[in-house]
């Protein structure tokens, strides 16, 4: 049911710079708010990025997010250790009334 | 601060049933929509099910839908998932999530598992 594409796995050196890409159609992310997600190891996921770019209160600015068309963007900067996770991106799709998620990112910070 | 706690998960026989329970504190419940999210065995999440603040109105994935059951109790602060018609690929830590407004999910249970097997 997922048609939100993300790539499987993603990898940088700490103190660098990631991008994430979400892709998905007019349905979801085209005409809907995107939301991301960090998952670490063992953990629930926490919100990292709402309404497409909007940080809940204690997210680092070194997070953050864009939107453009159907396709969406996380990039994380001055990357850490800490980093390393599972990143997923998710959007309501209103043709499907469900919500959607991409099939999620593996960061490596090496 | 928010919290959300997720019970009833175990191990279920193929065709069975589990009722799993979410039980919320720290904010306003009746406020607030409400949604199950799964994750099988080293696999990505996957949206199950979500419920408006009143409880009138439900929405399922097709992976569920006439099989589980959405509900809650206002008054109890908590949120419900009736399993039925239980499946292999049912098996998956289940989360309970607080949507924020726009299908984004704010806070988030530890999870509870569910295991379908003989």
């Known amino acids: 049911q997922s048609s939100v594409t993300q790539p499987p796995s993603v990898s940088a050196a700490p103190g660098q710079k990631v991008t994430i890409s979400c892709s998905g159609s007019?349905?979801?992310?085209?005409?809907?708010?995107v939301s991301w997600y960090q998952q670490l190891p063992e953990t629930a996921p926490k919100l990292l990025i709402y309404?497409?770019?909007r940080r809940p209160s204690g997210i680092p600015d070194r997070f953050s997010a864009s939107k453009s068309g159907t396709s969406a963007t996380l990039d994380i900067t001055g990357l850490q250790t800490g980093d390393e996770a599972a990143y997923y991106c998710?959007?309501?799709?209103?043709?499907?009334?469900?919500?959607?998620f991409g099939g999620g990112t593996k960061l490596t910070v090496l | 601060e928010d919290h959300l706690l997720e019970s009833g998960g175990g191990l279920v026989p193929p065709g069975g049933s589990l009722r799993l329970s979410c039980e919320a504190s720290?904010?306003?419940?009746?406020?607030?929509?409400m949604n199950w999210i799964r994750q099988a065995p080293g696999k990505g999440l996957e949206w199950v099910s979500a419920?408006?603040?009143?409880?009138?109105?439900?929405y399922y994935s097709d992976s569920v839908r006439g099989r589980f059951t959405i509900s809650r109790d206002n008054s109890k602060s908590t949120l419900y998932l009736q399993l039925d018609g239980l499946k292999v690929e049912d098996t998956a830590v289940y989360y309970c999530?607080?949507?924020?407004?726009?299908?984004?999910?704010?806070?988030w249970g530890q999870g509870t598992p569910v295991t379908v097997s003989s």
């Open positions: 007019s349905s979801n992310i085209g005409n809907n708010y």
């Open positions: 309404d497409n770019d």
């Open positions: 419920l408006s603040g009143s409880g009138d109105a439900t």
């Open positions: 998710a959007s309501w799709d209103g043709s499907l009334s469900v919500v959607v």
């Open positions: 720290g904010f306003s419940f009746p406020d607030y929509a």
């Open positions: 999530a607080k949507d924020r407004l726009t299908a984004s999910f704010d806070s």
